[in-house]
């Protein structure tokens, strides 16, 4: 009676059971898996609506900026500012710009490019306490020479005698 109630209807790719029961028949993962691109990773893009933004890879090498927040926030809060303040068709029209003057003649635009021009959109709109949320501005480090204090000048000695 199991084996009755189990039984796969005749359709391939999923299966349906007697009470509606779906069922991936043996061997469906590895046919997916062998679908999945796995080449050389040479190409990346931003999508929006219907405009792609092909992007350079970044360097594998170079370290984050520290601060920095990573593409996809900084282009979600931008995107979600600008809808808030009615202004997202500017930056559907800075995009445009942006693909009319590729960085390379495949199309590719950098990084950085893509984000400054974030930033020139976001600005033009928000406030600078927003735009500060958005682009955090890059911290400074100080140097460690200048806040060590010169030795033994200026200093008492412990051995000295200042009493009667």
């Given at each position: 009676l199991k084996s009755f109630l189990a039984r796969p209807s005749v359709r391939s790719g999923t299966g349906t059971t007697q009470f509606g029961r779906h069922f991936r028949p043996a061997g469906a993962g590895r046919r997916a898996a062998a679908m999945l691109n796995r080449g050389p990773a040479t190409w990346r893009e931003w999508r929006f609506g219907n405009q792609v933004v092909p992007l350079y890879l970044p360097d594998p090498k170079a370290v984050p900026k520290e601060g920095e927040k990573p593409l996809s926030e900084v282009a979600h809060l931008s995107i979600t500012a600008l809808k808030s303040k009615g202004?997202?068709?500017?930056?559907?029209?800075?995009?445009?710009?942006?693909?009319?003057?590729?960085?390379?003649?495949?199309?590719?635009?950098?990084?950085?490019?893509?984000?400054?021009?974030?930033?020139?959109?976001?600005?033009?709109?928000?406030?600078?306490?927003?735009?500060?949320?958005?682009?955090?501005?890059?911290?400074?480090?100080?140097?460690?020479?200048?806040?060590?204090?010169?030795?033994?000048?200026?200093?008492?000695?412990?051995?000295?005698?200042?009493?009667?």
């Open positions: 202004a997202l068709p500017s930056l559907t029209e800075a995009i445009e710009g942006l693909l009319k003057a590729p960085d390379s003649p495949g199309g590719r635009v950098q990084e950085d490019r893509f984000r400054a021009t974030l930033k020139k959109v976001v600005a033009a709109v928000l406030v600078p306490d927003e735009l500060e949320d958005i682009f955090p501005t890059p911290v400074m480090e100080m140097s460690g020479t200048a806040s060590r204090r010169p030795s033994k000048i200026g200093r008492k000695g412990s051995k000295e005698f200042t009493g009667a």
